[in-house]
């Protein structure tokens, strides 16, 4: 088993940053990749970014050029600083790691973004 904490959600202005980390701990050895999703209100949950344990990082379109997913090793941590963030990032966003096929979230932060 694999548990997430993330921390680090809030209410920001729009055109602000915020950087949501994640804590992971349990059978954490051999994590594949870690990374984001996110779930708007009434909206089905979709990745935002990910990252393996090599450090390659993908992200989807939406984005891109303003989110930067990052990940520490050493403390089973992973991170997405959030720039210039938009009312439309407003949602709640999830921790998310794979590991010998099985996925694992953690219990979600809100952020919230007004305009």
């Given at each position: 088993q694999v548990q997430l904490?993330?921390?680090g959600g809030?209410?920001?202005q729009a055109g602000g940053s915020l950087r949501l980390?994640?804590?992971?701990s349990g059978s954490i050895f051999s994590i594949d990749a870690m990374g984001w999703y996110r779930q708007a209100l009434g909206k089905q949950r979709e990745l935002v970014a990910a990252i393996t344990s090599g450090g390659s990082a993908n992200y989807a379109d939406s984005w891109?050029?303003?989110f930067t997913i990052?990940?520490?090793n050493a403390k089973n941590m992973v991170y997405l600083q959030m720039n210039s963030l938009k009312p439309e990032d407003t949602a709640v966003y999830y921790?998310?790691?794979?590991?010998d096929y099985v996925q694992y979230w953690g219990q979600g932060t809100q952020v919230t973004v007004s305009s």
């Open positions: 904490v993330e921390s809030g209410l920001v980390s994640c804590a992971a891109k050029g303003r990052s990940r520490d921790c998310w790691s794979y590991r």
